[in-house]
């Protein structure tokens, strides 16, 4: 009797369930499109950048991001080989050396960051080759060839082709040096790490380090973001050794992880401003239509009705005209985040430019994960519950003689 009521109700004035309708609806859409598009270009950027050259995964010594040093090394053993490639979601994998050293070009000395890789399977991990500047990337793991950071060659002094001596402190403890031709430049966005990078063949550098077969990383890439917590799981159950451990993009990549946080707080503010105001406009409509009912519920009061009901029926037609705008909302919404997954709003001019030098893609995509449509019609939905507390008790407090004066 109560539900049919409410839906009565509802419609007796129609022009003010439509306007609270098209409110509700409004919200839902706006809060579903403005989520969807906050986490589809935070996925897509997250992509983006742990594709340029960290990897969604690395492997790793457990004490090595703390504090990298090369005697923080391991040798990939079978065991880590079959974990690798009996996991689940794990595309590629590329083991890497990192080392700090100082080359030498005539009289123009700078330090570097030197990354030992094997670029066959590097191709498959990172899309970092994809940025060199000029030259070209070294064909052998072992050849004598690198690539150097475009900031770095200008600061050198030097020009593709030409010769440059590399100094580092090996595992051991030794220095090394050798002779190096610098066969290409990379640029990739950021000028402190363009004016130190030194990218080599993993062999090379680990004659260069006397490092015999060991390396400090094996970048992975998945096929998947959402697979990650999968494979760090599966990757530490199948990994025997007690030094090595997983580590997922941000735990390796913290600064970005916490840029994507902070922008995230300030989207769920915003859309909590949203479904506030919403709110007040539901308030409004119910605390109106409640009173204009007074003489009503004043009457059926007084033959009998129980008060408890009636404050039933206040939170039943706001359960109703919400959960219809929620229907319609969220069908609006996959319709619209849809389209922004076909059609990303594609920056242009400088600020395309301001994007890609940050290697962040210069658009705005949507996605269709469907914790945005549970969250946001669980928010409209309580929110819009809390907004019938003032209009229920009105009506609880109502007594009939009260209500039946009521003009």
């Not at 001596?165 to 990379?186: E, F, M, P, R």
């Not at 705005?364 to 409209?380: D, E, G, H, R």
Request: charged share 20%.
């Amino acid at each position: 009797m109560l539900l049919k009521l409410a839906w009565r109700n509802l419609w007796r004035n129609k022009r003010r369930s439509l306007i609270t309708l098209a409110a509700v609806v409004f919200a839902a859409v706006m809060a579903i499109a403005m989520r969807g598009i906050q986490l589809g270009t935070y996925e897509l950027n997250i992509r983006s950048i742990v594709e340029l050259f960290s990897g969604y995964l690395q492997i790793q010594n457990k004490n090595y991001l703390d504090n990298p040093s090369l005697t923080k090394s391991f040798i990939i053993d079978k065991n880590i080989l079959d974990a690798l490639a009996s996991t689940k979601g794990i595309v590629s994998y590329a083991p890497r050396i990192y080392a700090d050293g100082l080359i030498s070009f005539k009289d123009n000395s700078r330090g570097a960051a030197i990354f030992g890789i094997e670029p066959d399977k590097e191709n498959k991990v990172t899309t970092f080759v994809q940025n060199i500047n000029s030259g070209r990337l070294f064909d052998s793991d072992s050849s004598n060839d690198i690539v150097v950071g475009d900031q770095l060659l200008k600061n050198l002094e030097a020009n593709v082709g030409d010769e440059i001596v590399l100094l580092a402190q090996g595992y051991d403890g030794a220095l090394g040096n050798q002779k190096y031709k610098i066969v290409g430049t990379v640029k990739l966005g950021l000028q402190e790490l363009e004016s130190a990078i030194i990218f080599m063949g993993l062999k090379s550098a680990q004659s260069l380090l006397a490092m015999g077969n060991r390396v400090n990383v094996i970048a992975i890439r998945a096929d998947n973001l959402s697979h990650l917590e999968e494979i760090d799981n599966s990757l530490a159950k199948k990994i025997k050794d007690s030094d090595i451990k997983v580590l997922v993009w941000n735990k390796v990549n913290p600064e970005l992880e916490q840029a994507i946080q902070l922008d995230n707080v300030s989207g769920i503010f915003f859309l909590g401003i949203l479904i506030v105001i919403v709110a007040f406009g539901i308030l409004n409509t119910v605390l109106m239509s409640v009173i204009e009912r007074f003489r009503e519920f004043g009457v059926v009061l007084a033959i009998g009705m129980p008060q408890i009901n009636l404050t039933y029926l206040v939170y039943i037609e706001t359960m109703l005209i919400t959960i219809i705008g929620l229907f319609i909302g969220n069908i609006l919404g996959i319709v619209v985040n849809y389209y922004l997954i076909i059609h990303p709003i594609v920056f242009g001019g400088e600020l395309k430019k301001l994007y890609e030098i940050y290697h962040f893609l210069p658009q705005l995509k949507s996605t269709l994960q469907p914790s945005i449509f549970y969250n946001v019609s669980l928010s409209i939905l309580i929110i819009s519950l809390l907004s019938c507390i003032y209009p229920a008790y009105k009506v609880y407090k109502l007594e009939p003689l009260k209500g039946i004066r009521h003009t």
